[in-house]
Structure formats: C-alpha cells, structure tokens
C-alpha cells in the first residue's frame, strides 16, 4: 500500500487560490489513475478531478475552468491548482491513487477504491 500525504491546504478570501499537493512514499505513481475528492461538513464526498494513467482528466462540473490537476512522476507527486476559489470550494481536500481502474467509480470516497491520504483543509471566506 502507497502512503500518500497531502499538503497546501488553509485559508484564503474568496478569489484567491491554493495549490494542494500530494506526495507519495512506499511506492510510485506509475501506472495509477489520481484524484482528488473533497469533503465539507454535512455533505457527501465530491470528487474533483482525475487523472488517469493516459493522461485523461475528468473535472466535477463545479470546479472546471478554475481548477487543474497534474502529477510529476520524478517527483512522485500530484498537484490541484485551485484558482478563483469561492466559499463553496470549502472542505476537507484527499488525494487518492489508484490501480485497479475504478477511480472513477460513483461515489467513491476515502477508504473506497485506492489508496488515500489523510486530507488537507481549505478554507475560502466571502
């Protein structure tokens, strides 16, 4: 199982931007699809976006044109580049990477399909 760790997550005013990223240590990236999934407070798990291992990427309606993933595999990372966040960006942000090809599955949420980190918050004020 790969260990994945988030980071850049905190709090910034409507219109600002964050760029979360996502490390992973006892093992790669290679060949997985990655996500990113957020949950708020009294609400179901969202996913954000995907990437999967051809290089497709998959964004949730409510974040296209603002937010972009991408991965460096010399790095073994993966990034979401948020920008012109709004309050509703608010929640708890996760990284996952996946082998198995069900990233994409409806409803998947940490603990589903993949390995998961532990989440990073953002916080967007009005």
């Known amino acids: 199982e790969v260990q994945l760790v988030e980071s850049g997550g905190g709090s910034v005013p409507s219109g600002g931007s964050l760029r979360l990223s996502c490390t992973a240590s006892g093992g790669t990236f290679d060949d997985s699809d990655l996500g990113w999934y957020r949950q708020a407070p009294g609400h179901e798990c969202e996913m954000v976006s995907t990437?999967?291992?051809?290089?497709?990427?998959h964004y949730a309606d409510s974040v296209k044109g603002r937010f972009s993933i991408s991965h460096d595999n010399a790095k073994n990372a993966m990034y979401l580049q948020m920008n012109s966040l709004k309050p509703e960006d608010t929640a708890m942000y996760y990284c996952?990477?996946?082998?198995?090809?069900?990233?994409?599955?409806?409803?998947?949420?940490?603990?589903?399909?993949?390995?998961w980190g532990q989440g990073t918050q953002v916080t967007v004020s009005s």
């Open positions: 990437l999967n291992k051809h290089g497709r990427t």
């Open positions: 996952a990477a996946d082998w198995t090809g069900l990233i994409n599955y409806p409803g998947n949420c940490p603990g589903g399909f993949g390995d």
